[in-house]
Each structure stands twice: as structure tokens, then as C-alpha cells.
């Protein structure tokens, strides 16, 4: 879901640019507002774990590959604001010092993957555990259910992303100057798989951790942590 | 042992595991992620290269490019697990210090 340099118009990057440093600045007041001290390595191993399991590629048999994200988990345990910035952070370094995901595309995977994702997959979690008991399976469950939607969601958003620039920007002749394939193309296979491999992914890696955290500290699941 | 000690050990155990990241899709031959191809995969797949593709496409020379040193792009898979074991610990310290940094000046003192 690393959308590289080239594939969106640099209006495209402008405007995406644009939409994330509100979103960057409230998250900064969110954090500043709930986070502890004694939370901050979480901070930085929320990170941490979104970065290192973005590197775990899984295929998909004959064609492309993809990964999790991490960012519901560290939405579910540290809230959605700290999670946009813990994936930002990942997010910015793998541009920056292995060229995954395009400095130009910086501010839209921020929006997919460091908003659009945490936020989505975190109302999940809260819509579906609601009140239940911080030990409880319906928080397991819970969590899985809202990281698959939300890394779905996110790649709907690339997708929709990728597959307006053919729409926008064509020469006369009709050749694509960015991104070469349209909604009808790009939407389905960013969706399908997500859909069908990659969202699973997010659900075992996020389900096992919370699994593994109830028995840990059940701090993590009592309420009031947005 | 502290929880964060725990956790800190769990990233360390999927550092090492990181190149199955990589040996996997191989295994399977799995191409590049969707929308993620370079220049000769988009000429190959619909007949040319996007005018405004090929001008930012290589915008930015990577200092580790795809997680492997520069001009590895053709070693053995021994080689790049090698390297991606080598990108996966350098990403986590600079992250880390980044979140570390960004947390101290945001969080507040008292619980």
C-alpha cells in the first residue's frame, strides 16, 4: 500500500500533503493531552512494531504481494492519535532511507495508512467490545474485526487514490501521466487483496498481540484511552 | 521482567524472522506489491511509460533502496536476508529514537 513516487500528480501529493498537517497537528494536541511518560516506550514500540511487520511480504499465489500495517493494534492500545503518529514516523523513515513509498507520497500513505486506518479499524474495536470486560474474548474479537476493516478501508482509499490520476491526468492521446490504471482496475485489486490475504494478516498479528497483552496488563483494554 | 522489556524481545525475534518477509514471495514467485513497479515493469504491463511517471518515478535515491544495500539488486537470497536484517534493526533505531523524541516533548509528567 506504499504508493511510490510517479504514481500520483504532484497536485495529487499537494493536496494529500495538505489534508495531513491538520491531522499531524491534532494528533500532536491529542497525544500531548492523554500520553504519559510511562507510556512513551510503547510510543516508540508501537512504531517499532509497525515497522518491522510492514517487512513481512506475503504473497499472493502467482501475483503480487502485500503486508499488515500494525496501526490498528497501536490504535486499540495507545488510541488512534498516538497510533497516526507512531505509522508516521514508520511510515517517513521507510521513504526517506529505503525508498518504500515516494517522498512525493509521504502525506497520502500518512492519510491511508497512518489516519484512515488507525481511526477506522479503532471505531470497529469500540463499536463491537463496547463495555465488555478487559479480559474478554469479544475484545479479541473485537480487535480482529477492526483491523481488518480498517486495513480494507485503507486500501480502498489508495486505490481510489491511484485510480483517479488516469482519470485526471492523460495526455491527448489519451496515455496516462501518472498512475496508468483507473478505478476500475486499481480499486478491485487493492480491495480484493486486502480482502481475501493481506487484512487477514492485520487480524492474526492484531488479535494475538491483545490476546497475549489481556494476560499482561489489562490496563491496555479499560476504557477512557482516545 | 517488565512488559516493555517483553515487547522489546518480541520486535528483536521478528527482526531476525523479517527475511521471510522476502524468502516467502519468492518461494512463490509473487511480484512487487500492486502499484508498486518500476519503470521496465509499467513499460512491460500496458506498452509505455507515463510521461509524469518517469519524471518523479526516480526522484529519490534511497540510501538502503528496497531494504538491500545500493547495487545489490541481483545477490542471492542469503545476501538480501543479510541486508534486510541489516535495514530491518537500522529502521527500528532511528525510529525508535524519533518516537522516543517526539513522545518525551509531548507527553506530559504526570500520570
Known amino acids: 500500500m506504499h504508493i511510490p513516487d510517479g504514481y500520483l500528480s504532484p497536485a495529487t501529493c499537494g493536496v494529500f500533503g495538505a489534508v495531513m498537517i491538520p491531522i499531524w497537528t491534532a494528533a500532536s494536541r491529542a497525544v500531548k493531552k492523554t500520553l504519559s511518560v510511562r507510556q512513551v516506550p510503547y510510543l516508540a514500540i508501537g512504531a517499532a512494531f509497525s515497522f518491522v511487520i510492514m517487512m513481512f511480504n506475503v504473497p499472493i499465489l502467482g501475483g503480487s504481494s502485500g503486508h499488515a500495517v500494525g496501526g490498528v493494534l ?22 526517506l532511507l529505503f525508498g518504500d513509498g515516494g517522498i512525493t507520497a ?32 469479544r475484545r479479541v474479537i473485537a480487535a480482529g474485526a477492526g483491523a481488518y476493516v480498517g486495513i480494507c478501508v485503507a486500501a480502498l482509499s489508495a486505490g481510489i487514490e ?4 488516469p482519470l485526471l491526468y492523460h495526455t491527448a492521446n489519451g496515455q496516462a501521466l501518472y498512475c496508468p490504471y483507473g478505478l476500475n482496475v486499481a480499486v478491485p485489486a ?16 492484531t488479535a494475538l498481540v491483545v490476546k497475549y497483552l489481556q494476560k499482561q496488563d489489562s490496563v491496555f483494554f479499560e476504557g477512557g484511552r482516545s | 521482567m517488565t512488559l516493555t522489556r517483553k515487547l522489546w524481545i518480541g520486535i528483536m525475534v521478528l527482526i531476525v524472522l523479517s527475511p521471510l518477509g522476502l524468502i516467502v514471495p519468492d518461494h ?26 518517469q519524471r518523479l518515478s526516480e526522484l529519490w535515491k534511497a540510501p538502503l533502496p528496497d531494504y538491500a544495500f545500493q547495487g545489490w539488486e541481483g545477490k542471492d537470497l542469503v545476501h538480501l536476508s543479510f541486508a534486510y536484517i541489516i535495514s530491518a534493526v537500522s529502521g527500528i533505531v532511528i525510529i525508535t529514537g524519533v518516537a522516543f523524541l517526539i513522545g518525551k516533548v509531548l507527553a506530559k509528567e504526570h500520570e
Open chain 1, 162 to 165: 491511484f485510480g483517479l490520476q
Open chain 2, 28 to 53: 512463490f514467485k509473487a511480484g512487487s506489491a500492486w502499484g508498486e513497479w518500476g519503470v521496465e515493469e509499467i513499460q512491460k504491463m500496458t506498452g509505455y511509460v507515463p510521461l509524469g511517471f
Open chain 1, 106 to 137: 509521504i502525506g497520502a500513505n500518512c492519510f491511508n495508512m497512518a489516519f484512515v486506518l488507525p481511526f477506522v479499524g479503532y471505531y470497529v474495536y469500540k463499536l463491537i467490545s463496547s463495555n465488555s470486560p478487559s479480559g474478554s474474548v
Open chain 1, 190 to 205: 487493492m480491495v480484493l487483496g486486502h480482502l481475501v490475504v493481506f487484512g487477514w494478516v492485520e487480524v492474526i498479528v
Open chain 1, 74 to 95: 497501536v490504535a486499540i492500545l495507545l488510541g488512534p492519535w498516538a497510533a497516526c503518529i507512531a505509522v508516521t514516523v514508520a511510515l517517513v523513515i521507510q521513504a
